[in-house]
């Protein structure tokens, strides 16, 4: 039978090891996502990427769900679950509107280009 309290104490046991794989893991898969996308690879292979991506967010969330429930209430209570739904909602993004985001980052390569060059002139 599955024991949510097991789950939920080992959980908070592993707090630390469970975060450092889950955070790098979001951030990563989100930055495939968006890099694929900037590539212009198909939108079967970046829906499939978003698709990954959405189970350690959920993960995440999850997590932070059993330091809550026994009143835990801190900063990385906060900021991990806001980074789950930046994260999400990123994903989202992405693949709803694959156009608009090869333009917004074709917009933001050249000026950061423009900037750069500007920077190394001086």
């Known amino acids: 039978m599955l024991d949510l309290n097991s789950i939920a104490e080992f959980s908070r046991c592993h707090c630390i090891g469970i975060c450092a794989f889950l955070v790098p ?12 996308t900037a590539f212009n690879r198909s939108p079967q292979l970046i829906a499939n990427v978003a698709r990954i991506s959405i189970v350690p967010a959920l ?5 932070v769900a059993t330091w809550w429930s026994i009143g835990v209430v801190m ?18 993004y992405v ?8 333009r917004l980052l074709q917009i933001i390569s050249k000026f950061s280009s423009a900037k750069y060059r500007q920077f190394v002139a001086n």
């Open 59 to 63: 993960i995440l969330l999850l997590h």
């Open 75 to 92: 900063l990385p209570t906060f900021i991990l679950p806001t980074l789950a739904i930046i994260c999400l909602a990123t994903q989202a």
């Open 95 to 102: 693949v709803s509107n694959p156009n608009r985001t090869r």
């Open 25 to 36: 893991a979001n951030l990563g898969l989100a930055n495939a996502t968006i890099l694929l």
